[in-house]
T-cell receptor, first 111, second 112 residues
């Protein structure tokens, strides 16, 4: 299995609070992605990164920001969490043009 | 990226071959077919991909029709651990973003 960890694995937070999720890889892959998964929607891309300090928006980026200051870490921040952001969040990595490897996921509940 | 159509669910007896269909009638010439699966509560797992030739690896076989408008993922001897949601994804290999667009997939239930 690819070396991908996500932290925390579970989090409960209140509406309006900031939340940061971390994805860490040990594979030195160039691309990193954040997806969210909700019932009836499959996985949807939030943001992705194609290198250190190089990021771009996915299809559901509103309310989220990301940062990648080094190859191995990709952070997803919810500046002010809302109940609609309750979801399971998956990080993925890939080398250029290759298949993606996914992390174990973070279950976030916003109350 | 082309859209795919998969049945929402399928059953398969343990030890038998599981054949999962996918329709991608609007696929273009430079788009590959990828298959991933997601076992309950885990992250998706890559299975196989192909362009136009049939492909086989240690997990599965991928059969793509000659017109490339549909494909079938074959798990030759399904086990209970193969129970998962299987996603068929069509995308441009090496596209600018390298992103995947997941649909709702097929829930394969392997029965003992």
């Amino acid at each position: 299995d690819a070396g991908i960890t996500q932290s925390p694995r579970h989090k409960v937070t209140e509406t309006g609070t900031p939340v940061t999720l971390r994805c860490h890889q040990t594979e030195n892959h160039r691309y990193m992605y954040w997806y969210r998964q909700d019932p009836g929607h499959g996985l949807r891309l939030i943001h992705y990164s194609y290198g250190v300090k190089d990021t771009d928006k996915g299809e559901v980026s509103d309310g989220y920001s990301v940062s990648r200051s080094k190859t191995e870490d990709f952070l997803l921040t919810l500046e002010s969490a809302t109940s609609s952001q309750t979801s399971v969040y998956f990080c993925a990595i890939s080398e250029e043009r290759e298949k993606q490897y996914f992390g174990p996921g973070t279950r976030l509940t916003v109350t | 990226d082309a859209k795919t159509t998969q049945p929402p669910s399928m059953d398969c007896a343990e030890g038998r071959a599981a054949n999962l269909p996918c329709n991608h009638s609007t696929i273009s010439g430079n788009e590959y077919v990828y298959w991933y699966r997601q076992i309950h509560s885990q992250g998706p797992q890559y299975i196989i991909h192909g362009l136009k030739n049939n492909e086989t690896n240690e997990m599965a076989s991928l059969i793509i029709t000659e017109d490339r408008k549909s494909s079938t993922l074959i798990l030759p001897h399904a086990t209970l651990r193969d129970t998962a949601v299987y996603y068929c994804i069509v995308r441009n290999y090496g596209g600018a973003t390298n992103k995947l667009i997941f649909g709702t997939g097929t829930l394969l239930a392997v029965q003992p």
